[in-house]
C-alpha cells in the first residue's frame, strides 16, 4: 500500500483552493469580456486560458493522491503523463504568446506564464519518472508542482484583474 493516506488532507485543501480559484478565474474573465480589454481573444488563449489549466492540473493531482488503490506504477504513469502534457502545453502556451498581439509581454509575464509553469511540468515529469522507483520522496516533489502551479495561477488571476482593472473599458 502506497503512503497517500498522510498525504490526503494536504491535497484536499491544494484541491478545493484551486476549484475555488478557477471559479474566480471565470469571473475575471467575464469582467473582461464586459468591459472590452481587448479586442484580441489569442491574447486570452495566451494569458487567460493557462491559468484555467494550472489550476486544473492542482486539482487533477489532488484527485490523483486522494485516488484509493494506486500502485506505485501507475501513479507514477499517471505524473509522467500530466507531465508530459504540460510540458507540451508550455510550448505551446509560449508560441500563442509570441504570436498574440493583444498585448505586448514583458519579462515578467514570459517568467510567470512560460517560464515557470514550463519548470513545474518538466519537475512533474521527472517527477513522475523517478515515482518508479522512489515514490515516497516522489510525493514531496509533488506537493511542490502542486503549491508552484497553484501559485502561478493566483499570480496570474491576479494580474489579469489588475490589469483589466487599470486598463478601462473600451467601448468609447
Keep these: 500500500m502506497l503512503p497517500l493516506r498522510e498525504w490526503e488532507t494536504f491535497f484536499f485543501i491544494l ?6 480559484l478557477t471559479g474566480l478565474q471565470f469571473v475575471v474573465v467575464a469582467l473582461s469580456a464586459q468591459a472590452r480589454t481587448t ?3 489569442s491574447a486570452v488563449e495566451a494569458f487567460g486560458t493557462p491559468t484555467i489549466v494550472h489550476f486544473c492540473v492542482v486539482l487533477t493531482l489532488a484527485a490523483l ?3 484509493p488503490g494506486h500502485t506505485a506504477a501507475t501513479l507514477a504513469t499517471a505524473l509522467a503523463v500530466l507531465g508530459v502534457a504540460g510540458v507540451i502545453y508550455s510550448v ?3 508560441r500563442r504568446t509570441r504570436r498574440q498581439t493583444g498585448y505586448t509581454p514583458v519579462f515578467e509575464d514570459w517568467l510567470w506564464h512560460v517560464c515557470l509553469p514550463m519548470v513545474a511540468y518538466a519537475t512533474l515529469l ?3 519518472l523517478a515515482a518508479y522507483w522512489h515514490i515516497v520522496g516522489a510525493l ?3 506537493a511542490v508542482v502542486a503549491l508552484l502551479l497553484l501559485f502561478i495561477g493566483i499570480h496570474n ?3 489579469s484583474a489588475v490589469y483589466i482593472s487599470t486598463r478601462g473599458s473600451q467601448r468609447d
Excluded: E, P
Design 92 to 94: 505551446t502556451t509560449a
Design 15 to 20: 484541491g478545493s483552493a484551486a476549484a475555488a
Design 65 to 67: 493522491i486522494t485516488m
Design 126 to 128: 521527472v517527477t513522475g
Design 157 to 159: 488571476a491576479w494580474d
Design 140 to 142: 514531496y516533489f509533488v
Design 39 to 41: 479586442g484580441d481573444a
